[in-house]
């Protein structure tokens, strides 16, 4: 009889995807996962990212603890190499291979396959570290702050917690947030104070700002409901997440219970249902679930379920001063974790355009082109004398997504894309005129007799 050790010699499996989802479903950190499979931490991370394949020793540890996920790791194998193996070679940086190819290679080379994913993979993930490390030292980043722990924290997570959001799912199911929370003896009242908090919770009394809009006072009564019925769940998480000191955790528990609180008011297959529908129109999910136009950005972003993802989104939240505030992508599009955007993303011109949605169509430095919407949005402040709050968000995904993005429809993707970059700091571009700043890796030239846009030539 064929054993596990058997079909890994003659078949390398890599489920990275997999083996982080099983660690976050479980409530653990890398660490403590690795020492229940005997692995080290960095090991763990490599197979986590998809630099590794599972070894015999690694399934036979995955068969004694998790024998379901093993089995569904080796049943989703080959779709699972074929998926990574027309991921790696669509990379605008290899010659095109022709249709067909990439299942033929990966049907009867799947060592050969195997190494080509591995290869890309390796070479994504060295790019990534670089790009961090470059960033961090050019900002003079030193220790994390909570806010930023708990912002890497979602980004490893990939944004989605399937404990919380099964949870959610199941007790959206059951009853109404009001009255799930009248059930836990928690009663709902409003303040109409100017001064009033958004929320305060004291005495089983969930106090909420009358002048806040209907989705946030919703949001806000799920948000304590997720807090309280999840209380066990969102504890465990946070110990096994090891964050720098004591905020970290609480502001990781707070970002967990908004996380559900989305998950409640926007159960994860109803909305994932209704927004393939929709085409992914923002403003018709957002009648339909009673929510916000930036919850269902943000909601949208966070739909990949293993087995049931949604559409690929980047999603991220711009200030009037081009301070990115909140961040995530689950496409090949990454955020700079420190600074703000590129200049050229229309994101900052909707800002000072609100309620007005501009669509782009995008390509980075790679060569992925992207379809994004962003809009401008306006949070009164309740009174004259305090300044409304001005941002904007913006939704995008790969180009190859178009067809079931309702915003494409409104652009020539056959024409020219915008260039843009992640940061200036991080964009190789050599002919971008409106840079900030030289990107951190190249030299400079500086003709004091020739007077160009940029002041300097980058080499």
């Not at 020793?57 to 089995?71: C, E, G, K, T």
């Not at 306006?378 to 939704?395: C, I, Q």
Request: glycine share 6%; proline share 5%; hydrophobic share 45%.
């Amino acid at each position: 009889m064929e054993s596990v050790s058997d079909r890994n010699i003659k078949t390398r499996l890599y489920a990275g995807r997999t083996l982080r989802d099983l660690r976050l479903a479980s409530g653990l950190n890398q660490r403590a996962m690795a020492g229940r499979l005997g692995l080290s931490v960095s090991y763990l991370s490599q197979l986590e990212t998809g630099e590794r394949p599972l070894t015999p020793a690694v399934s036979a540890a995955l068969a004694r603890h998790y024998p379901q996920a093993l089995a569904l790791i080796e049943g989703e194998a080959p779709a699972r190499r074929l998926a990574a193996l027309e991921a790696a070679l669509a990379d605008p940086t290899l010659p095109p291979v022709a249709s067909g190819e990439a299942a033929r290679l990966a049907e009867e080379r799947p060592d050969l396959a195997d190494h080509l994913i591995a290869l890309h993979a390796g070479r994504r993930a060295a790019e990534e570290r670089l790009a961090l490390a470059e960033e961090a030292f050019t900002a003079g980043a030193g220790a994390r702050l909570p806010w930023e722990a708990v912002r890497d924290w979602f980004h490893e997570a990939g944004n989605y917690v399937d404990r919380l959001d099964r949870a959610a799912e199941a007790l959206a199911g059951e009853t109404g947030v009001e009255a799930a929370l009248a059930a836990m003896g928690i009663a709902i009242a409003l303040d109409d104070r100017e001064d009033a908090p958004l929320a305060r919770f004291e005495h089983a009394t969930l106090t909420l700002n009358a002048a806040a809009p209907i989705e946030t006072r919703r949001f806000l009564a799920a948000h304590r409901l997720a807090a309280t019925a999840f209380a066990e769940p969102i504890a465990a998480i946070v110990a096994a997440a090891a964050l720098p000191g004591d905020e970290a955790g609480r502001l990781l528990a707070i970002g967990l219970a908004n996380y559900a609180a989305g998950a409640l008011v926007m159960p994860y297959a109803a909305f994932r249902s209704a927004a393939r529908d929709l085409r992914h129109d923002i403003d018709r999910l957002a009648r339909r679930f009673g929510v916000s136009f930036e919850q269902v950005c943000h909601r949208l972003s966070t739909l990949q379920r293993p087995g049931a993802e949604g559409v690929p989104f980047y999603f991220c939240r711009v200030d009037m001063a081009g301070n990115i505030t909140k961040r995530h992508s689950a496409t090949r599009l990454q955020f700079a974790r420190f600074g703000g955007a590129c200049p050229l993303w229309h994101v900052h011109e909707a800002v000072a355009i609100p309620d007005r949605i501009l669509v782009q169509h995008a390509e980075t430095p790679d060569g992925v082109r992207y379809v994004s919407m962003a809009k401008g949005l306006v949070k009164s402040s309740g009174r004259f004398e305090r300044l409304a709050r001005r941002y904007a968000v913006v939704l995008g995904c790969e180009a190859i997504h178009a067809a079931d993005f309702v915003y494409a429809d409104a652009i020539d993707r056959r024409g020219l894309a915008t260039p843009i970059g992640i940061s200036c700091r991080l964009c190789p571009r050599t002919d971008c005129d409106q840079r900030a700043f030289p990107p951190s890796d190249r030299a400079i030239s500086v003709e004091p007799n020739v007077r160009r846009v940029v002041p300097y030539r980058v080499m």
